[in-house]
């Protein structure tokens, strides 16, 4: 077992743990980086598969749906150094020892995965999670909860309006991963995002290496 420990952060430190780790693929955005670093071993390109709605975000920070044993060669390339997960259930194992092998560590934010109507995205783990995005000492970091199209399409879009992007491209790019799944409450969500909220965060970054 993990053994989970609560953030040493002082702001709301009951929305999400860290786990520090020592010691069903149906079809992908074309939109993934060429991450194999420079004087890396030759590997079986026919062997790298990425999660469900893989992209990259940007410099540093990519999304995707839950990765499973068939994506981890894929995601060993991407050399991250955390994970972001946005679902309440624990990890699984398989999943812990992966994080466990490549030295990854697990932001854990447990955002129910709520169907419309009315519901209440929680702003502030939303707030939080962003804080841990762009912190470059976390990136690279892969941003995902269970198909990667709601949680983690209301959390890149909150980005995005930190980018200072318009909001018919927020919404465009929303749509583009949740397809015909896409929620006019989580548009709502994202076009009401308070940004002046999350304070003495940069607009752009750069991917550090690990």
Not at 162 to 185: G, I, N, P, T
């Amino acid at each position: 077992m993990t053994k989970l420990n609560q953030s040493q952060q002082e702001e709301s430190p009951e929305m999400w743990t860290t786990i520090e780790v020592v010691a069903t693929v149906e079809h992908t955005v074309d939109m993934y980086p060429v991450a194999v670093a420079a004087g890396s071993e030759a590997v079986d390109e026919h062997n790298l598969i990425p999660p469900f709605n893989f992209a990259m975000v940007d410099n540093g920070i990519f999304r995707s749906g839950f990765p499973d044993s068939a994506n981890f060669s894929f995601l060993q390339k991407l050399n991250l150094r955390s994970i972001i997960y946005l679902c309440p259930e624990p990890y699984p194992e398989s999943n812990t020892e992966f994080l466990k092998s490549n030295e990854i560590k697990l932001f854990q934010f447990g955002i129910e995965g709520y169907k419309e109507p009315f519901v209440n995205i929680p702003e502030d783990t939303i707030r939080e999670a962003l804080k841990v995005v762009l912190d470059v000492r976390n990136h690279p970091v892969l941003i995902h909860c269970n198909r990667g199209k709601h949680r983690t399409g209301c959390l890149v879009g909150c980005l995005r309006k930190l980018q200072r992007w318009c909001l018919s491209s927020v919404f465009d790019e929303y749509q583009r991963f949740a397809a015909a799944k896409a929620r006019v409450s989580d548009q709502r969500f994202m076009e009401l995002f308070d940004v002046s909220s999350v304070k003495h965060l940069p607009m752009s970054f750069s991917c550090s290496k690990k």
